[in-house]
């Protein structure tokens, strides 16, 4: 119950593309959804996070998108530029402060120039 | 604005030795986490602690490992007679009281020989 699921494992769009990674939660005790990017060699960077009392939410380039219902939430990466090639991790955790963040397997994006 | 420091980011262990890694969490965080990251995997939860109180401790092996985070000086994650499957990365994250906001330091990686 305490699983995220994520996918695809790895993908690969043209600059200029839009990169879509899904993932899936079981707990719906969560209520806390932030997506991490991750170089070589690297801590994982907050990208983005969103509640469940929004469906969407976006910040510049990324989006997360949010469906309750399904218990599925999504990051679209807008313009997809080389420089975006890292591993992205999701993750689900309670808002609360003390609770651990259950990750996704991560997906490795290349973005080809 | 120092963010999450850790130290040393990275450290070279023989079978049966002792590996000490060591935290400070961004500065106002009183909540610190230590995930573990396998080659080729995702992180996954080992222990969360506020100064002078282990919190949770499900996720961290049952033998050869401790963490602490005294009153005075980072937190320390311990891991006592290496073996070669103890090779990872070990991050740390630090977050406020109030929200679940996690920052990550660089990372540990850890190499057993």
């Known amino acids: 119950q305490q699983q995220v699921k994520q996918s695809p494992q790895s993908l690969i769009v043209q600059k200029g593309g839009i990169s879509i990674i899904n993932c899936a939660y079981e707990?719906?005790?969560?209520?806390?959804f932030p997506w991490y990017q991750q170089f070589p060699g690297k801590g994982p960077a907050l990208l983005i996070a969103?509640?469940?009392?929004?469906s969407e939410k976006k910040e510049g380039r990324f989006t997360i998108s949010f469906n309750k219902s399904a218990k599925q939430f999504s990051l679209h990466i807008m313009d997809s530029q080389p420089g975006d090639s890292a591993t992205y991790f999701c993750a689900a955790s309670r808002v609360t402060s003390g609770s651990r963040l259950t990750f996704g397997e991560g997906t490795q994006l290349t973005v080809n120039p | 604005n120092a963010g999450v420091m850790q130290n040393p980011r990275h450290l070279v262990r023989r079978r049966g030795q002792e590996a000490r890694l060591r935290c400070s969490p961004m500065?106002?965080?009183?909540?610190v986490y230590w995930y573990r990251q396998l080659p080729e995997e995702g992180l996954k939860f080992m222990v969360y602690?506020?100064?002078?109180?282990?919190?949770?401790e499900s996720g961290m092996p049952k033998e050869r490992f401790s963490a602490e985070f005294p009153k005075e000086g980072p937190s320390i994650l311990r891991i006592q007679q290496v073996v070669r499957g103890d090779s990872a990365a070990y991050f740390c994250a630090s977050s406020r009281p109030t929200y679940n906001e996690q920052f990550f330091g660089p990372g540990t990686r850890l190499t057993v020989l």
């Open positions: 969103i509640r469940p009392d929004v």
């Open positions: 707990n719906t005790a969560f209520d806390y």
């Open positions: 500065k106002g965080h009183s909540h």
């Open positions: 602690l506020q100064k002078e109180n282990i919190i949770d």
